[in-house]
């Protein structure tokens, strides 16, 4: 679905990502796992259209069996329109907009109002205390409740592939393990996975297939046992002795 070829970033004059390439395969979760500024969070971004990579392709094909395009030549709404929704680091929730409101700004490119209804309904099956709470400000909400409510946001655009960066960041442990459950019904519901997150033993537990990033450069890959059994990412990643 998604393909990363030679991807190249500049991010505040550092070259940020060097010569990234990763896959990520219709109906997967993929993780990509590394250090605070190694690059994962650029390498979203690029994908998204939020930075245009200095060199590479990046190609993404939302329909099996057809022609890819080139997400490099795209602005970001074009990206949302083709299949794409970001859920970003720190959820960055509308704060001055009730739980509602942030919910249809995530549908903002459709013009289906019975659809946008039906979705917005399906929301509000699946995390219910969005709907108790409609009517609260974003910044009401508690964290969970706002990471909730973001991937409630992402979903609203009907996407074919989503983006989470570090959906666990300032959780509790016992909610960490709750999103991760969503994100793996979010994946039987059809919608394939692309997960940056720093702890790395849940994202392995939860992944098809991961990839390690440091300085930039992706240094491993494997399935998410493969890599949990790794010595080197057990010592780097996982707290091993």
């Not at 500049?10 to 590394?34: D, K, M, P």
Request: charged share 20%; hydrophobic share 45%; proline share 4%.
């Amino acid at each position: 679905m998604l393909d990363l070829e030679d991807v190249h970033i500049n991010r505040g004059g550092t070259h940020a990502v060097r010569g990234v390439s990763l896959t990520v395969g219709r109906g997967e979760i993929v993780s990509l796992i590394g250090a605070n500024g190694a690059g994962k969070t650029t390498t979203l971004a690029a994908i998204s259209g939020l930075l245009r990579p200095r060199k590479g392709k990046i190609l993404f094909r939302p329909q099996e069996n057809a022609p890819a395009i080139d997400l490099t030549t795209m602005k970001a709404e074009q990206i949302v329109a083709a299949g794409i929704s970001h859920c970003p680091e720190a959820r960055q929730i509308f704060g001055n907009l009730s739980v509602t409101e942030n919910l249809k700004i995530g549908a903002y490119l459709r013009n289906d109002a019975d659809g946008v209804a039906r979705d917005l309904a399906d929301i509000h099956a699946r995390f219910p205390i969005l709907h108790e709470r409609g009517s609260v400000p974003g910044d009401k909400l508690s964290g969970g409740e706002q990471m909730m409510l973001a991937i409630g946001r992402a979903l609203m655009s009907r996407p074919k592939l989503i983006l989470f960066d570090e959906p666990s960041l300032g959780l509790a442990p016992i909610l960490v393990e709750q999103i991760f459950e969503i994100l793996e019904t979010i994946r039987r519901d059809g919608v394939t996975v692309l997960l940056v997150e720093q702890n790395a033993s849940m994202a392995l537990e939860f992944s098809d297939r991961a990839y390690v990033i440091e300085a930039g450069e992706i240094t491993l890959a494997g399935t998410g046992k493969e890599l949990a059994s790794n010595s080197d990412v057990q010592r780097a990643y996982l707290g091993a002795a």
